[in-house]
């Protein structure tokens, strides 16, 4: 399989935010692969909050800062990706008592 699709949820308990999370681990896709290209990410992330997705490094790369809600669409671009680096964190900024988050990513992968 070429593509894949991951939804991911969180829900903050107002006493810390999540700070580079691992949430895309290629070597644990099935098949696994080197490295990932982001073709679209849909969100809704409430209240005042936003959610930093990055490439997973020393110190990570930030690709989105995603607040509110919509999407971003990068399929005629090919998709977004990093010339190396794969795996995707995740970090909340912001977030109070119940502040919630939803994100779905579009993802093909990369053998190479």
Not at 54 to 69: E, K, M, Q, R, Y
Not at 85 to 109: E, M, P, Q
């Amino acid at each position: 399989m070429r593509n894949a699709v991951l939804q991911f949820t969180g829900i903050s308990d107002g006493l810390t935010n999540e700070t580079n999370v691992l949430k895309v681990d290629c070597a644990a896709l099935l098949p696994s692969c080197k490295r990932v290209s982001v073709l679209k990410i849909d969100f809704d992330i409430t209240d005042t909050g936003r959610v930093d997705l990055a490439w997973d490094t020393t110190i990570p790369i930030v690709f989105a800062s995603l607040a509110g809600w919509g999407n971003i669409k990068y399929v005629k671009e090919g998709g977004l990706h990093h010339a190396t680096l794969g795996n995707i964190v995740f970090s909340t900024v912001g977030f109070d008592v119940n502040s919630s988050y939803t994100i779905k990513l579009w993802l093909r992968k990369k053998y190479d």
